[in-house]
């Protein structure tokens, strides 16, 4: 195996998945939800599959999705990408994420990442022979440390990597925190990834795109993706929004890892972008009663609850229920109460200062229903 990849093994998703469905548990650990969404837009599917969407679509992607992403990122920000040149659709944000870091990083750059950080950035970065830094974010408000995040820059840092809302914590960066990060990056002339894909899962506060702050439009590659926002995580279509010279850089790198990405649930995918602001007024809504009922549970069975301002997660410190590594009370929390959870520390560094806080961290997911999230807090609780 090509010694970049040394560590990256299975992805926690993966082996937390097979563990739930191994031994029947209640899953809250891969953030994907129970219920499917909109039945009209499932239907768009459908009927591309009868016929017309079989064959390769075209390399950026269906005109009409182009034009239906550009029209959204301007509907919810005020933001104008041109649909031909400044807009890429991607297989998922995960493409996305891999083609954009492949595309900019060159062996030996150091990329900046919020720490703990979503698994793929890593192994990415790692592929790309680049040199991961990582700006802690820390319990329990998990807010960025600005004079930490300009200790990181160097005259080696190429790219600054954003997510919010972020994934594993729930931390949803403020104008203040996205702010200085612009600042930051202007003043070192960097490029920056931000990952955007939990976009419409704020509970608290506003989703603000990095792209949006002064400086930033020219230098930000921006991804997102429809499989949360929509509830069909198993579509597999993102999309890049960049500047022509970043989004034709990503395009490079994207049609040699897959050419092309899935043609028939291009057409679902940019009607569902086009629903009326009630959809996902009411999906945020609905998202934010279940995060309310997992937090309350969590809470109720002991763990200490670090209430997140956005995405499908909650995490705790199992400290309280007397267990102090994450990693393995997940691999035991089957057979201990039929649940299954995601250890954090395994989006840490490998340091000892980095491990010593992510190893009591553990992500439960609140995209079910909610008397899945009540079983799941009931079956907890019985480990007190
Ligand atoms: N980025 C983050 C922060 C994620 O949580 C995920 C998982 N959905 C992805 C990217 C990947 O998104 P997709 O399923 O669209 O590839
Ligand atoms: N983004 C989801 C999560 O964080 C799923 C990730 C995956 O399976 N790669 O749980």
Known sequence: LNRRLDGLGTTIF?????????????????????????????????????????????????????????????????????????????????????????????????????????????????????????????????????????????PRTRVLMINTPHNPTGA???????????????????????????????????????????????????????GKTFSFTGWKIGWVCASPELVAAVRTTKQFLTYVSGGPFQPAVAAALRLPDAYFAEFTADMRTKRDILA????????????????????TDITPLGFDDGLDFCRRLPELCGVVAVPEKVFFDDTEESQKIGRPLVRFAFCKRESVLTEAAERLATLR
């Not at 034009?67 to 933001?79: K, L, S, W």
């Not at 949006?212 to 921006?222: F, I, N, Q």
């Open 14 to 154: 993966a082996e937390m998945s097979a563990l739930a469905a191994a031994t029947g548990s209640i899953n809250l650990g891969q953030g994907f939800p129970d219920t499917d969404g909109p039945d009209a837009v499932r239907e768009l599917a459908v009927e591309a599959l009868r016929g017309g969407y079989n064959q390769y679509a075209p390399g950026p992607g269906y005109p009409d999705l182009r034009q239906a992403i550009a029209e959204h990122r301007r509907r919810f920000y005020g933001q104008t990408f041109d649909p031909d040149t400044e807009v890429l659709v991607t297989t998922g944000a995960t493409e996305a994420i891999a083609a954009a870091l492949l595309a900019l990083v060159e062996p030996g750059d150091e990329v900046v990442a919020l720490e703990p950080f979503y698994d793929s950035y890593a192994a990415c970065i790692a592929m790309a022979g680049g040199v991961r830094v990582g700006v802690p974010l820390r319990p329990p408000a998990f807010g960025l440390d600005v004079d930490a995040l300009r200790a990181a820059i160097t």
């Open 172 to 226: 949803v960066l403020t104008r203040a925190e996205l702010t200085a990060v612009a600042e930051l990056a202007v003043a070192h002339d960097l490029l920056v990834i931000t990952d955007e894909v939990y976009e419409h899962l704020v509970f608290e506060g506003e989703h603000i795109p990095l792209a949006t702050l002064p400086g930033m439009r020219e230098r930000t590659v921006t991804i997102s993706s429809a």
């Open 296 to 315: 309350a549970g969590l809470e109720a069975a002991g763990l200490t609850v670090y209430r997140p301002r956005g995405t499908y997660f909650v995490t």
